[in-house]
């Protein structure tokens, strides 16, 4: 059985479930970003409402319905290739990649989208590149030129002003303040209506 979780958007994440599932007893299972595989085959309502009430509990929900399950498989796939992957020289287009990994109409996906999370795709990816940017501009390892790179901006101007629109602040005015003001991956876009 496959259980979807929402806001699960990070090995921490992942971790954090594993260890809640090892506390209350489940053995044979399988975790992955926003998702749960147990192998056993029927469960009591009443372990079904504890295990979503313990999710709870650590910040994080079971979906039940196939729109929700959609919603968090478009957002743990940008969060992947952004956050782990080096967009440098990667030539594709993120509204068919979307389209093609969850078998929709993009135009169906980017509708549901937005309705429910109040951003559209679009906009989600862009904070989800701006929090990462802000990360490794933090770090302080890699010149503006190398971040817009990985990223997959075409040029540090580009970079800059996304990184204006959405902080207030240019990157440089961003890194002397430090890592203050970054926020946790799973509130991105989605703060003022989801808590």
Request: charged fraction near 25%; aromatic fraction near 8%; hydrophobic fraction near 40%.
């Amino acid at each position: 059985m496959t259980l979807h979780i929402k806001n699960m958007v990070c090995n921490r994440c992942i971790a954090a479930v594993n260890a809640l599932l090892t506390e209350l007893r489940y053995t044979n299972f399988h975790t992955g970003m926003g998702w749960v595989h147990l192998a056993e085959a029927a469960w009591a309502d009443d372990a079904k409402s504890l295990l979503s009430h313990r999710l709870q509990d650590l910040g994080f929900e079971l979906i039940d319905d196939r729109k929700g399950r959609t919603i968090e498989a478009i957002k743990n796939m940008i969060i992947q290739k952004i956050q782990h992957e080096d967009l440098f020289n990667q030539h594709f287009v993120w509204s068919d990649l979307i389209a093609e990994a969850l078998h929709y109409d993009y135009k169906y996906l980017s509708t549901l989208f937005s309705s429910v999370e109040g951003v559209t795709i679009e906009q989600f990816i862009i904070l989800q590149k701006i929090e990462k940017a802000k990360e490794l501009i933090a770090y302080d390892e890699l010149s503006l030129m190398q971040i817009a790179d990985r990223l997959g901006y075409s040029n540090v101007p580009h970079l800059s002003n996304q990184f204006k629109k959405v902080t207030g602040m240019p990157p440089g005015k961003f890194r002397q303040i430090g890592a203050d003001r970054r926020k946790p991956l799973d509130d991105l876009g989605v703060l003022q209506n989801k808590r």
